[in-house]
């Protein structure tokens, strides 16, 4: 069966550091593979998408690598500040528009 | 403002009485869509609609419904909610006519509790 695996652990980084999140899949050809950053109590936010033929993609701070060989999407939080604390979920969408979802990364950003 | 409104925002039940989460989307989208977050489960599927009068289920649809009459709403129905439905849902929708990749777009939430 299909499955999507993310940090499992928590992630705890010093302010300035980079945060770097992985997405793992098995039994899954993802056309495209998107990010969102998600806040206690509310509903995620999109943040990157990138597409099967693209090997990185970049938004500000943030980077997103896909490796459709290794199955696995890194997603990483450069000079990351305490207002990047948040649960980051990847998702991946196959031919049939449906995003299936990891169960996602927290990561708490100290000052 | 572009947004997905769900209503409410918590609800307290008990079992077997029958509610109704109401969502709409003023983005004129094509793609609505349920999910519950359970703890470690991350967000799962309930049910999805293409358009209007279309829906299908997603990998979680036992005990729950939904319509699809207008673009704009897509409300979630349950008719006898049990236990194991409490939950956060989340109410989402995108654009699909212009074809994949396109970003959902999630409502605020609805912390349901069954007793």
């Known amino acids: 069966s299909q499955k999507i695996e993310q940090n499992s652990e928590a992630l705890n980084i010093q302010e300035g550091k980079t945060a770097t999140l992985t997405c793992n899949y098995t039994?899954?050809?993802?056309?495209?593979l998107q990010w969102y950053r998600q806040d206690p109590g509310r509903g995620p936010v999109f943040l990157l998408l990138i597409r099967e033929n693209e090997k990185e993609k970049r938004k500000e701070r943030l980077k997103v690598t896909f490796d459709t060989t290794l199955k696995q999407s890194l997603f990483h939080i450069t000079a990351s500040q305490p207002a990047d604390s948040a649960t980051y979920l990847c998702a991946l969408e196959g031919s049939d528009y449906k995003l299936s979802f990891g169960a996602g990364t927290t990561v708490t950003v100290r000052a | 403002e572009a947004q997905v409104t769900q209503n409410p925002r918590y609800l307290i039940t008990v079992t077997g009485k029958k509610l109704t989460v109401t969502c709409s989307q003023n983005?004129?989208?094509?793609?609505m869509s349920w999910y519950r977050q359970d703890p470690g489960l991350g967000l799962r599927q309930i049910y999805y609609s293409m358009n209007v009068e279309v829906t299908d289920k997603g990998d979680v649809p036992e005990g729950y419904k939904v319509s699809r009459k207008e673009k704009r709403n897509f409300p979630l129905i349950l008719e006898s909610p049990s236990p194991n439905q409490t939950s956060l849902y989340f109410c989402?929708?995108?654009?699909?006519?212009?074809?994949?990749?396109?970003?959902?777009?999630f409502g605020n939430g609805t912390r349901l509790t069954v007793t």
């Open positions: 983005m004129n989208h094509e793609y």
């Open positions: 989402a929708s995108r654009k699909t006519s212009g074809g994949f990749g396109s970003p959902l777009h």
């Open positions: 039994n899954y050809s993802p056309a495209y």
